[in-house]
């Protein structure tokens, strides 16, 4: 009789058991956000966490690369393009109690885009004139000039809206209006989310999401294994992958993102305001090689700074084939016969640490010594993207959606300007028409591979690997994003 009864009881406990799991999701990624806030930061994994689930924007991206309603549930624009009104949604709280409406808007859009706004796209904000609320549910925009991408600038992450009330406190605790809310960060192990049951829209399946942060490669594997991780939307060993696509366990997906990975120059260095020895540099990269080499086969070679799925995109792999002794008579006449010795600092990512030991390699058949030096991501910060800019080489991943724009920056990182390009910029922030639009992308895309101001390697694939019966995650990623909001298991 007693075993009966342990059976029966066995029986009863697992469906529960069961029950329970089908509500959590633990998300495994490579990189740790240095902070929570979407508006303070450029760190990518800082949206990986927060975006679309504990932050929303008036607007959002989704997989497609769609720009749907969010806080806002429609908008108008103005015959002549200056004018935007959005109609927010009512009754949405932020997670602290506090009401949402168009107060919160007015203030996130004037922190953004004020004189001191730490807000890392900050351009996106550039073209606002005034921000007026003529009543709790209407955001009335003006523009300084037409701006045809201002829906799809407000969704994302940099965009989101924030309370007065708890801005201050969004890098450590963020306080947003999305569908999940923030409980725990246990900094070098896991963000944790939980439903928000009073959430103002569609209320998600799952109950629990943890954000896993595991950065070496190996980890990640038997993370998966174990059973500690029931996803990771972009492998750092895509080397695993072949293993898991033999696995009856879990399902292997492949898609695209924003992300261009570039070996960057700084051009602050005398050596590299020398566009011969870019060239050079450009022609010395076998970037098949790399691809094949440090990503094994998942990703797609670039000639310039535009994404291959995008209709804008122009194939310019061909401008600067790997052609050793062209670099070496490049770098000879201007004036480095004998090459010269630079320092690359590398980030975590294995594209970064993988790459930078190929491109090393490569370089050395033109001369170039390369010290590699490996640095976490709050020194790459301080190093090579703020501060003194001390740096000759780095690599990484521009993850931020249709950014050629940041070669028009005034004191970027990798220091490159030309009249040229800012005109183009410029023209397309007064370009509405579409067939327009992308003429000028052409050009400017032509004018980045000519110059070349870094080396343009490849579009990072999103590789990843989930646990068979989980629904809803991204294949692709058009933003820097784990929209988790849709995600259910089987």
């Known amino acids: 009789m007693r075993k009966i009864l342990i059976a029966l009881a066995v029986l009863f406990v697992l469906p529960s058991a069961a029950l329970a799991a089908k509500d959590r999701l633990v998300l495994g990624m490579s990189l740790e956000p240095p902070h929570l806030d979407p508006t303070a930061g450029a760190a990518a994994a800082i949206d990986e ?35 935007y009104t959005f109609t927010l949604h009512a009754g949405v709280k932020f997670h602290d109690g506090t009401d949402f409406d168009s107060a919160d808007v007015k203030f996130s859009l004037d922190r953004a885009r004020a004189a001191d706004s730490t807000n890392a796209q900050k351009g996106l904000f550039e073209p606002i004139a005034a921000v007026e609320t003529p009543d709790p549910l209407t955001v009335v925009v003006k523009l300084s000039r037409p701006e045809g991408l201002f829906p799809w600038n407000m969704g994302w992450g940099d965009a989101v809206i924030v309370a007065p009330e708890s801005a201050e406190g969004n890098k450590t605790s963020p306080v947003g209006t999305g569908p999940f809310r923030f409980v725990s960060w246990v900094k070098g192990d896991s963000v944790t989310l939980e439903r928000q049951d009073k959430y103002w829209g569609a209320r998600p399946a799952l109950k629990t999401v943890v954000f896993k942060f595991v950065a070496d490669p190996s980890a ?50 005398k050596v590299f305001q020398d566009i011969r020895v870019r060239r050079a540099i450009s022609a010395a990269v076998d970037r098949q090689a790399i691809v094949d080499g440090a990503m094994f086969g998942y990703g797609t070679p670039i000639g310039s700074h535009f994404a291959p799925h995008n209709p804008a995109y122009v194939d310019l792999t061909g401008t600067y084939p790997h052609d050793v002794a062209k670099a070496r008579a490049l770098l000879a006449e201007a004036g480095y016969p004998q090459g010269f010795k630079a320092v690359m600092k590398l980030p975590p990512p294995s594209y970064a640490r993988r790459g930078g030991e190929i491109i090393a390699a490569q370089l050395a058949e033109i001369g170039i010594q390369v010290e590699i030096v490996p640095v976490e991501w709050a020194q790459w910060l301080s190093d090579v993207f703020k501060g003194e800019h001390d740096y000759d080489f780095t690599i990484v991943s521009h993850t931020e959606p249709l950014d050629i724009g940041i070669y028009a920056r005034d004191d970027y990182y990798f220091g490159y300007r030309s009249d040229a390009f800012n005109a183009v910029m410029e023209d397309l922030k007064t370009t509405a028409d579409p067939a327009a639009r992308k003429t000028l992308y052409g050009k400017a895309q032509h004018i980045l591979a000519e110059d070349a101001p870094v080396v343009f390697l490849f579009q990072l694939a999103r590789a990843g690997v989930q646990r068979k019966g989980i629904k809803g995650l991204w294949l692709n990623a058009p933003v820097q994003a784990n929209d988790v909001t849709g995600v259910s298991w089987e």
């Open 220 to 269: 990640q594997v038997a993370a998966l294994l174990a059973g500690d991780i029931d996803t990771i939307p972009v492998v750092g060993a895509p080397e695993s992958l072949e293993r898991f696509k033999a696995d009856a366990n879990f399902v292997v997906t492949v898609g695209s993102t924003e992300g261009e990975t570039i070996l960057a120059m700084n051009q602050r260095r």
């Open 49 to 83: 966490v927060v975006y679309a689930n504990v932050m929303e924007g008036l607007t959002r991206i989704d997989e497609n690369g769609q720009v749907r309603p969010a806080l806002a549930e429609r908008w108008t624009v103005s015959a002549d393009g200056m004018t």
